[in-house]
């Protein structure tokens, strides 16, 4: 079974730096796509970015990027320029391609922005 | 641009009542979700349908029911509430296909306490 581990229950960063959370993931899949979702304190579960494991290249979305490491099964996610609205929960989530779409979440990374 | 919308926001239910979580989505998505989110354990799929007239469990499927009423709407029922229910539901739902990369979209989300 597959599986996502978060090993960063929390972290802080100071406003205006870079923090980098960390995934890994289990899988024997070779088809797969990869997700980190923000959920902020009114609850709702946001998008970050998404990564397919065909594609060689790292995904990035404005001052979010990750590095993804497909022999390693890593996917880390990269935020610069940290701002008081990136403080929220980060999931990082695995689905198999051919799947009926399940996600499987990892435990989730608090993060804090201090001003 | 509703997206994919859940009643009540909040519930409370004394232990042995029932209760039914309404979940709808306008984007014509074939697969629609139930997950739980506990303090510390990230979200859990409940149920799952991958199309209208079609359900099945999840990882934590005890103690729930759900009908995929039609293509836009998919209930989660609690027949006999119990303390251990008391979570934040997700409604979620997807295009699942590789062309849209398998992205999830989340409703708002239920707060339940059994007392």
């Known amino acids: 079974a597959q599986t996502v581990t978060q090993s960063q229950p929390e972290m802080s960063v100071q406003e205006a730096e870079t923090v980098t959370l960390s995934c890994t993931y289990d899988t024997s899949e070779s088809d797969y796509y990869l997700f980190w979702y923000k959920q902020p304190p009114s609850r709702q579960m946001i998008l970050v970015i998404r990564q397919e494991a065909y594609k060689q290249q790292n995904a990035t979305e404005n001052r979010f990027s990750v590095n993804f490491q497909k022999a390693a099964k890593s996917f880390s996610l990269k935020i610069s320029d940290s701002q008081l609205g990136d403080a929220a929960m980060y999931f990082c989530?695995?689905?198999?391609?051919?799947?009926?779409?399940?996600?499987?979440f990892g435990k989730g990374t608090k993060l804090s922005v201090k001003p | 641009n509703a997206g994919v919308t859940q009643t009540p926001k909040f519930q409370v239910l004394k232990t042995g009542q029932s209760m039914t979580l309404q979940c709808a989505q306008d984007m014509n998505h074939n697969s629609m979700y139930w997950y739980r989110q506990d303090p510390g354990m990230g979200l859990r799929l409940i149920y799952y349908s991958a199309s209208e007239g079609t359900t099945d469990k999840g990882e934590v499927p005890n103690g729930y029911n759900v009908s995929r009423l039609n293509k836009r709407e998919f209930s989660l029922r609690l027949e006999s509430a119990a303390p251990s229910q008391t979570s934040v539901y997700f409604c979620a739902s997807s295009a699942v296909t590789s062309y849209y990369s398998y992205e999830q979209y989340f409703g708002p989300g239920t707060r339940l306490t059994v007392t």
């Open positions: 989530a695995y689905v198999g391609g051919g799947s009926q779409g399940n996600l499987i």
